[in-house]
């Protein structure tokens, strides 16, 4: 069926006219919140009747709220994945999103949710870089451009307006990729209440009638299916400009009490919300398992000539050498509790075979080396000062990406991609004659890992032997080689 025959997606045409009680304010509309908060809390509206609409802000100039603010809000998420090796599809209506707001345009419009009654909940996507305190922005009738001073000023507009009420208070949630998030959020905030001295009152309110939870998100979310759209519409009986696609795996873990869990009831839903005192475990397991299998396997799967992660875990080769490396070496170096680790990292692989996520082992291949220093490096340390011996398959795996930096392999280049200064370096290390230099110096460079690794025993010469093996042998010959003669 043709697209300009399907009816418009709109609240009139779906028959979904009746808006929501804005209880949510979200920073972001990108496709992350949308497949992952907006989901979450369309959950607990059809199964806690939660009545919770969301009103959603712009954070930059360039966005979408318009285009969702055409199809009335609405939009269609595809959660895509396997069970018991068959392919699923869920489809749903999101339909919770009752407001769009592009504060570049009507900063006022944005001002005003601050004096909705109803209001409950700040969530904020707006990556790594949003959380900034930017000294040039002022308070004043105009947007400003970090993402902290829209919020500082919309925090004080709310004050204000309730005058100091301490009831009115929000639940700051944000859900950007750093460590510690809302403790960085909300000093930035004071930083602001400071530069545009908006009075100790309201830094007492802030820090005392609002509250603020780290968290930790995990969802793989493709986005639109921009070169497949015609077969995801022909599922659908209205046309949507912005439909987005996700994987079924959902993780949120958020620090907090149970005052928070009865503010926000997802044990009621399936959804796996933990509200934690502490979310540190979580967030060690999920860079250790999930980001450090990533890591380690990447240089060593493209060299082996894999070209996506399902290629990696469907191959009998390197699927064997990632299940070694993360049952046998990765795991028994976290302090959770054991089956919980399992199921986790079960869980993680059933991900990698996803054919519905194309995931290019060239991308994650960006910034191999600080992405090995955090994610990798770690599990390398406690495994040796647990067994006194090094873990071979991430020692390998070290290895490859060591001489993934030379930027070729078996006539082809390499997609190397990193900081112009590591490149460089990792470039002159590689001008030496011998492979142990290049080791050597790789392994003392204090700025790649904040230590010199050749005082860890026996790596450095691991590191060599394996490097010398797959130049011999190629990857899989060299991979046996390697764990035959170190065994």
Same mark, same amino acid.
Request: glycine share 4%; proline share 4%; aromatic share 12%.
């Given at each position: ?142 947007? =400003? ?43 930035? #905030? ?25 968290? #930790? ?152 080396? =600080? ?42 280049? #390499? ?73």
């Amino acid at each position: 069926m043709e697209s300009t025959t399907k009816i418009k997606l709109s609240r009139e045409n779906y028959g979904t006219a009746e808006k929501l009680p804005i209880k949510v304010l979200q920073f972001g509309e990108g496709n992350f919140l949308r497949a992952f908060v907006d989901y979450a809390f369309y959950k607990l509206n059809k199964e806690v009747d939660f009545n919770a609409g969301i009103a959603l802000v712009q954070p930059l100039e360039g966005g979408m709220v318009h285009m969702i603010d055409e199809q009335d809000g609405l939009y269609t998420l595809f959660l895509n994945g396997i069970k018991n090796d068959k392919k699923i599809q869920d489809i749903h209506l999101i339909d919770n999103v009752v407001k769009c707001i592009n504060p570049y345009q009507d900063f006022q419009d944005f001002l005003s949710v601050a004096k909705v009654e109803s209001l409950e909940f700040i969530l904020s996507n707006t990556t790594e870089a949003g959380i900034e305190f930017v000294d040039s922005d002022i308070m004043s009738a105009e947007s =400003p451009k970090s993402f902290p001073a829209k919020l500082a000023h919309f925090l004080f507009e709310r004050f204000r307006f309730f005058n100091g009420d301490p009831t009115r208070g929000l639940t700051v949630i944000p859900c950007e990729l750093i460590n510690h998030n809302a403790d960085t959020l909300k000093s930035v #905030l004071l930083q602001y209440a400071d530069l545009w001295d908006l009075g100790e009152e309201f830094k007492i309110w802030l820090t005392t009638a609002c509250s603020f939870h780290n968290t #930790l998100v995990d969802r793989i979310v493709p986005g639109y299916p921009r070169h497949e759209i015609e077969q995801y519409n022909d599922k659908l009986e209205y046309q949507d400009d912005i439909l987005v696609t996700a994987e079924p795996f959902f993780l949120w873990v958020i620090e907090g009490g149970d005052d928070l869990k009865e503010k926000l009831p997802f044990h009621k839903t399936d959804l796996d919300v933990k509200i934690v005192a502490d979310m540190q475990p979580y967030r060690t397991r999920k860079v250790r398992i999930l980001n450090g299998i990533h890591t380690a396997m990447v240089p060593f799967s493209l060299m082996y000539g894999n070209e996506t992660v399902q290629q990696s875990i469907d191959n009998e080769f390197t699927a064997e050498f990632i299940k070694k490396l993360a049952y046998e070496e990765i795991v028994p170096t976290l302090d959770m509790d054991r089956k919980e680790l399992l199921e986790f990292t079960d869980e993680v692989l059933d991900r990698f075979r996803n054919p519905f996520i194309k995931h290019q082992l060239s991308d994650i291949a960006l910034n191999s080396i =600080p992405k090995f220093k955090v994610r990798v490096l770690p599990t390398i340390l406690d495994y040796i000062n647990e067994n006194k011996k090094l873990p071979l398959n991430l020692v390998f795996g070290f290895a490859a990406m060591v001489r993934f930096y030379k930027g070729n392999w078996e006539q082809k280049n #390499l997609p190397v991609k990193d900081s112009p200064e590591i490149v460089e370096a990792m470039k002159k290390y590689w001008a030496a004659d011998d492979v142990k230099e290049t080791v050597t110096q790789t392994l003392a460079d204090l700025s790649f890992w904040e230590q010199d690794l050749n005082r860890i025993e026996g790596l450095a010469a691991a590191l060599t032997l394996a490097i010398r093996e797959m130049e011999s042998h190629g990857i899989e010959k060299g991979y046996a080689n390697f764990i035959q003669q170190l065994s």
